[in-house]
């Protein structure tokens, strides 16, 4: 929206809560002065935005600004009965030095791009595709089953992943299913194939939510274009290619930057599996680091400020990536307005 | 190329769509398939087209089935209404697709596009993308796409009904005359008769999924084989009215209440001979006057009628009237400056009178 418009909208909200604010006390319909008209409306204008803005603050603002306060400080549960001081930069750099930051670095990044190219985005597009090609019911169908994981509760939706990976004699691949990856009949959660795990619990939950978005999107593509392309000569890979995706690519930008931003925050599935084993940070993201350096530690120190540094790094690193795939996907330029000609 | 249609038929789940249609398209020749909403000829189309594959009966192309022939094999090019085209590529895009999915060598396919669309008058736009184009150049485009890949079979689905009237007729002119310098037969789906009527060499008239008529324009109108294809046919639609038809003093009148009308000799024996107690009678309001010197009021072909509606039409005004209790629609020169609550007295011009069945619907006059 350009400025103009902007400004046009906000006398237009101006207007509506001031008559709606006279409804709202019965008052006649009568010319007054503009000074008391213009603090009648703001005052009621305000009144409306009141409870959201008073949400924001408390649930978004304070907070933020205390995990800000307190990434500066030495806050943890050894020295809590003392009084706490602020220590500049030390936790900063303490996390920087830290010997397993790499690892760790590298691990939030093979988690989150394999996880969204092959799963939140991928699989989300197969199931998508699929499930619009098929009668509508069935489709219907298939995409309900795809949901059931996001419905279930993140704890027995990862007991029932563990009894799968469990070690001879309760695990179910193992009993079943062996030869398949030549396991040894142990643990594959902790022992065989931990990263697989980890992926395909996240992915399997995340692919849902771009298959929803995704269909959506497939669906409202006016058929007659396909038609067109069958009649143009199209394969159904070359209706896809050229046609479906280009269509679908404001969504596919969508998913790709909002799940970029919640799979590098989101670690309770690999809580749950693996606690970042097996071994030493073998399957551990950073936010799953920021959680246990917060409240789980091994010595029992829960370090809350050290804790909240690693959290609000993780914050600076998703705006940044926020950030460049706006300027990268040229998001400004898909809400353009068509600039329609007449004859 | 020519297009047989056997037995052609289309139901999903019980639901009938298309009814054992059988037509032929001759090589070249331009015939419009005229129906209302749902009649099937936009089902007929796209099974022609290869996108709906038919329930039952044949569709060959010279000679040659091609029911289980894929789209892109059956050398068609299709117009939609909605235009159908590609909002993400440009006008030189849109046009070039059909060749670049036949991988033909760029320099071919700069040279076809700029032809075709110097040919449609876009030859200056090839860049510009889709959304900004009016509604008209965007058809142009999409006639454009259809025709590149130089289609041996062209099928129209109702590509005017989204244009404004003038440019509606413009387009009708064009898209007739292109059609007749490149020789393409072509399908044309409309609800428009007077674009059926005007474009096309014959008109299949459809209903209910069935083939109500296929005929040249003019036997459609002066010859309608059913009451559906008299009253479809023609604007405004033709009266219809029950009558018996009665024998008196050597001459023929259709009774009914008050109507009391003599009847030409000839329409009038077969309509007898028909040995029906009571006929649907059809008069299309350009056959009936109002009172005059230049149509004067004589026994046997005048009736008094209430003027309940007048709608103007610029040239003529449309009359909604009654007879007694039947309404009938008449087509006056407005200079007569009928109005509302006149009663006025209608000469008809009963050389033209047609007589259905009312049982089977089916026309009297004409098999």
Not at chain 1, 137 to 164: A, D, E, N, Q
Not at chain 2, 27 to 52: H, N, Q, R, W
Request: glycine share 8%; net charge negative; proline share 5%.
């Amino acid at each position: 929206m350009t400025e103009k418009q902007l400004s046009a909208t906000e006398q237009l909200m101006e207007q509506e809560a001031d008559s709606l604010a006279r409804a709202a006390i019965g008052a006649p319909k009568q010319p007054r002065s503009s000074l008391g008209r213009r603090v009648r409306s703001t005052v009621s204008a305000y009144g409306f935005l009141l409870p959201a803005i008073a949400l924001v603050i408390t649930f978004f603002i304070i907070p933020g600004i205390l995990l800000i306060i307190l990434s500066f400080t030495n806050l943890s549960s050894a020295n809590f009965t003392e009084p706490w001081e602020f220590i500049g930069f030390a936790n900063f750099e303490r996390l920087f030095t830290d010997p397993f930051f790499p690892k760790i670095l590298r691990n939030t990044v093979f988690y989150v791009f394999t996880t969204l190219i092959f799963f939140n985005l991928g699989l989300a597009l197969v199931l998508a595709l699929v499930t619009t090609n098929i009668p509508r019911r069935r489709g219907f169908f298939f995409r309900l089953v795809w949901l059931l994981p996001r419905l279930t509760p993140s704890v027995v939706y990862i007991l029932m992943w563990k009894r799968i990976g469990s070690a001879d004699p309760f695990g179910i691949y193992n009993q079943f299913m062996p030869e398949v990856l030549g396991a040894s009949g142990g643990n594959l959660f902790l022992g065989g194939a931990p990263w697989a795990f980890v992926i395909l619990t996240n992915g399997f939950v995340g692919a849902s939510f771009g298959m929803i978005i995704f269909t959506s999107a497939l669906m409202s593509i006016p058929e007659d274009l396909i038609t067109a392309a069958k009649v143009d000569g199209a394969s159904t890979w070359r209706i896809i290619r050229d046609i479906k995706l280009p269509l679908i690519k404001w969504p596919l930008l969508f998913i790709a930057t909002y799940q970029t931003l919640s799979l590098l925050t989101s670690f309770e599935y690999i809580l749950l599996l693996t606690e970042g084993g097996p071994g030493l940070f073998t399957t551990e993201v950073w936010a799953l680091t920021a959680y246990k350096r917060a409240f789980s530690s091994y010595f029992g120190n829960s370090q809350w400020a050290f804790g909240a540094t690693w959290a609000i790094v993780l914050v600076a690193v998703a705006l940044v990536m926020a950030v460049l795939y706006v300027k990268i996907f040229k998001f400004n330029e898909l809400v353009e307005e068509p600039r329609i000609e007449n004859l | 190329m020519r297009v047989e249609l056997e037995n052609l038929s289309k139901a999903w789940d019980g639901v009938v769509g298309a009814d054992r249609i059988t037509l032929d398209i001759a090589d070249g020749e331009f015939v419009a398939f005229l129906g209302p909403s749902g009649c099937g000829k936009t089902t007929t189309l796209l099974m022609v087209a290869g996108i709906y594959k038919p329930s039952g009966g044949t569709i060959k192309f010279d000679g040659h089935v091609v029911n289980e022939v894929a789209p892109k094999d059956r050398g068609i090019g299709m117009v939609f209404q909605s235009y159908a085209l590609y909002p993400h590529m440009t006008v030189f895009g849109n046009i070039s697709y059909p060749l670049r999915i036949q991988k033909v060598n760029k320099t071919e396919i700069k040279e076809r596009v700029q032809k075709v669309a110097d040919m449609m008058g876009i030859g200056d736009l090839l860049d510009r993308k889709i959304v900004q184009l009016s509604g008209g150049q965007q058809q142009r485009v999409s006639l454009g796409r259809a025709l590149v890949k130089e289609p041996q079979l062209l099928l129209f689905d109702e590509p005017l009904s989204n244009l404004d009237a003038r440019l509606r007729l413009t387009m009708r002119g064009e898209i007739k005359r292109l059609q007749e310098e490149m020789g393409i037969t072509a399908i044309y789906v409309t609800h428009d008769q007077v674009e059926a009527m005007t474009m096309a060499d014959r008109i299949a008239v459809m209903s209910g999924g069935v083939l109500q008529a296929y005929d040249v324009p003019t036997d459609l109108y002066e010859h309608p084989k059913t009451q559906f294809v008299a009253g479809f046919v023609g604007n405004p639609p033709m009266n219809f009215f029950d009558v018996e038809i009665v024998a008196m003093d050597g001459e023929f009148r259709a009774k009914s209440g008050s109507i009391d009308l003599a009847l030409p000799r000839d329409r009038a024996e077969k309509a007898a001979a028909a040995g029906k107690d009571k006929l649907i009678m059809g008069v299309r309001p350009e056959d009936i006057y109002l009172v005059d010197d230049a149509e004067p009021a004589a026994p046997g072909r005048t009736l008094t009628a209430a003027i309940e509606v007048v709608e103007p039409l610029g040239r003529e005004d449309l009359l909604g009237v009654t007879v007694n209790d039947v309404e009938m629609r008449v087509l006056v020169d407005k200079t007569k400056g009928a109005a509302v609550g006149d009663n006025v007295d209608l000469v008809f011009d009963m050389s033209s009178v047609q007589f259905f069945d009312p049982e089977t619907e089916q026309s009297v006059l004409w098999t």
